[in-house]
């Protein structure tokens, strides 16, 4: 995991109207990398990662591509999509390959790459279920194939295990997992949840703006002052 | 003692008279079938209300201008300045104020429907126009406002159908479509000024009830028809072409206003959709 960072964030601060929420924050995404983003609730997260996805402007400091500015790949909460919409599981999964202005083209030679997604993921048989009708553990499904259907080289992932009980959030991670490894993906994954968070983290972010912002492997924040000092001093009971 | 029922063979034999309004009121219901799908969708039910009496308040400004001060204002011009100024309206940010949007609608809706009748009081001469314009009892459409709600109308149409994958997109998961590069923005105000300019023309051709009912019901009833989005589309534009069309016959025969006709035709359509998706269940 030594190549060319994909994305890299430079003294970043994030907030809103000029104020920031956190302390700036250095971190380089590599490919491959599965980065988790903890911290509770208010802490900024969101911010962050609004900010990543170019949905805010920085108040200091820049997100850099390395590379060349990649397309992203976006799983937003569930709740995030409008269920008066009767959108059929594979005009979904397309979505994905949008990009700007392409939908003033057809969209013919999209298929092939809906029906690989969707059979990667075992969601092929959902293909002309409404979305809206789906269970919440196949609609993460449909949502990572349309992740791996917009070919990105990093995806950002909201939540994408809440609402889940532990079994379902297992498999969800697992297959991440799997599509992480199989697609040299980079994901960045906002997780409340740190048991399972933990057990499949390359890198950890960790938000906190009253004991700081730590960024490393699982390890090292572990050892970090700022996570001793939310976790292990006053919230002992909640560590992996 | 009621009048007698006209024959079809009286509608076919004045075709001449009737044929501008019915293909006005079928390229209408056609149009705004179409925009309606997103019009529903995005919960823009009322702005399409609101633009609609908007548009009538402007036409009635424009009679008024012409009779009082003098000065010639067209009615599709009237309608037009001040639904898109409505439209401005509605798509400021009112969160500052701390009012809902559909406080603001309510509040355009309730001055311009106000308004419309006081201007309309002050211009007897064209009071018939007045009440044709907010209710539809007009009979026959000028050859002009015909033309441009066939103008209007296919361009809209075009545009809509062009980019209808943008716009569903854009509606269906919004900040997803912002971090894909999707123009969320143009397509949001670019929809409302498609709503805004079509609900215009229609408005002076029609009158503000059937266009309201154009813009809504054919689209909610083809969304509780069909099972998938792509399919609603089309049936909305059947469903408000045949309410367009059916709605005037259904006037000619049984001696009612004209607007009022193609508003419930395109109601029952809604009711006929109803048991069509109970019957189905599920998605």
């Given at each position: 995991m030594s190549s060319t960072p994909l994305l890299r964030c430079e003294r970043l601060v994030v907030g809103y109207g000029g104020r920031p929420v956190l302390p700036p924050v250095d971190l380089e995404i590599r490919p491959g990398e599965f980065w988790v983003?903890?911290?509770?609730?208010?802490?900024?997260?969101?911010?962050?990662?609004?900010?990543?996805?170019?949905?805010?402007?920085?108040?200091?400091?820049?997100?850099?591509?390395?590379?060349?500015?990649?397309?992203?790949?976006?799983?937003?909460?569930?709740?995030?999509?409008d269920e008066l919409y009767p959108v059929p599981v594979r005009e979904v999964v397309a979505m994905g390959a949008e990009r700007g202005w392409s939908f003033l083209s057809p969209g013919g030679g999209r298929?092939?790459?809906?029906?690989?997604?969707?059979?990667?993921?075992?969601?092929?048989?959902?293909?002309?279920?409404?979305?809206?009708?789906?269970?919440?553990?196949?609609?993460?499904?449909?949502?990572?194939?349309?992740?791996?259907?917009?070919?990105?080289?990093?995806?950002?992932?909201?939540?994408?295990?809440?609402?889940?009980?532990?079994?379902?959030?297992?498999?969800?991670?697992?297959?991440?997992?799997?599509?992480?490894?199989?697609?040299?993906?980079?994901?960045?994954?906002?997780?409340?949840?740190?048991?399972v968070a933990f057990r499949h983290a390359d890198r950890i972010l960790f938000l906190d703006p009253e004991v700081g912002v730590e960024v490393g492997t699982v390890a090292e924040i572990q050892q970090s002052e700022a996570w001793r000092a939310r976790y292990q001093d006053r919230h002992a009971g909640v560590l992996p | 003692?009621?009048?007698?029922?006209?024959?079809?063979?009286?509608?076919?034999?004045a075709w001449d008279?009737?044929?501008?309004?019915?293909?006005?009121?079928?390229?209408?219901?056609?149009?705004?079938?179409?925009?309606?799908?997103?019009?529903?969708?995005?919960?823009?039910?009322?702005?399409?209300?609101?633009?609609?009496?908007?548009?009538?308040?402007?036409?009635?400004?424009?009679?008024?201008?012409?009779?009082?001060?003098?000065?010639?204002?067209?009615?599709?011009?009237?309608?037009?300045?001040?639904?898109?100024?409505?439209?401005?309206?509605?798509?400021?940010?009112?969160?500052?104020?701390?009012?809902?949007?559909?406080?603001?609608?309510?509040?355009?809706?309730?001055?311009?429907?106000?308004?419309?009748?006081?201007?309309?009081?002050?211009?007897?001469?064209?009071?018939?126009?007045?009440?044709?314009?907010?209710?539809?009892?007009?009979?026959?459409?000028?050859?002009?406002?015909?033309?441009?709600?066939?103008?209007?109308?296919?361009?809209?149409?075009?545009?809509?159908?062009?980019?209808?994958?943008?716009?569903?997109f854009a509606g269906f998961d919004p900040d997803g479509a912002r971090v894909q590069g999707l123009p969320v923005r143009a397509l949001d105000v670019s929809l409302l000024v498609a709503v805004t300019v079509m609900v215009a023309v229609s408005t002076r051709a029609l009158g503000a009830l059937p266009v309201f009912a154009f813009s809504v019901l054919p689209a909610l009833a083809a969304l509780l028809a069909v099972r998938h989005l792509r399919w609603a589309f089309p049936l909305a534009a059947l469903l408000g072409a045949l309410a367009g069309g059916l709605g005037y016959l259904a006037a000619f025969f049984l001696s009612f206003p004209v607007g009022a006709c193609q508003a419930v035709t395109a109601g029952l359509f809604v009711l006929l959709a109803v048991p069509v998706r109970l019957a189905r269940g599920g998605e």
């Open positions: 983003v903890v911290g509770r609730n208010g802490s900024g997260k969101t911010t962050w990662f609004r900010t990543l996805l170019g949905l805010l402007s920085p108040v200091s400091g820049q997100v850099a591509w390395p590379q060349g500015r990649r397309p992203i790949a976006y799983v937003p909460q569930r709740s995030a999509f298929g092939d790459r809906v029906r690989q997604a969707l059979t990667e993921v075992g969601a092929w048989e959902l293909r002309d279920r409404n979305f809206r009708a789906l269970s919440e553990g196949q609609k993460q499904r449909v949502l990572l194939a349309r992740m791996l259907c917009s070919q990105a080289g990093i995806a950002l992932l909201d939540e994408p295990t809440a609402a889940m009980d532990a079994v379902a959030e297992e498999e969800a991670m697992a297959m991440l997992d799997g599509l992480r490894r199989a697609h040299n993906l980079a994901l960045v994954v906002v997780s409340h949840h740190l048991q | 003692m009621n009048p007698p029922i006209p024959a079809w063979a009286d509608f076919v034999g008279l009737f044929r501008d309004p019915v293909i006005c009121g079928v390229a209408a219901g056609a149009v705004l079938g179409l925009l309606g799908v997103h019009v529903v969708l995005r919960r823009m039910v009322f702005v399409a209300a609101t633009l609609s009496q908007v548009s009538g308040l402007g036409v009635a400004l424009a009679f008024f201008a012409g009779i009082h001060l003098g000065t010639e204002v067209p009615p599709v011009l009237g309608a037009l300045a001040l639904s898109l100024l409505a439209a401005v309206l509605v798509s400021l940010d009112t969160r500052r104020l701390r009012v809902s949007r559909d406080s603001v609608l309510a509040t355009l809706w309730l001055l311009a429907g106000g308004l419309a009748v006081m201007v309309g009081d002050r211009i007897t001469q064209e009071a018939h126009d007045i009440a044709g314009i907010l209710f539809g009892t007009a009979v026959l459409v000028r050859p002009e406002d015909l033309r441009a709600v066939l103008g209007v109308g296919a361009l809209v149409a075009t545009g809509a159908t062009w980019a209808g994958r943008g716009l569903v």
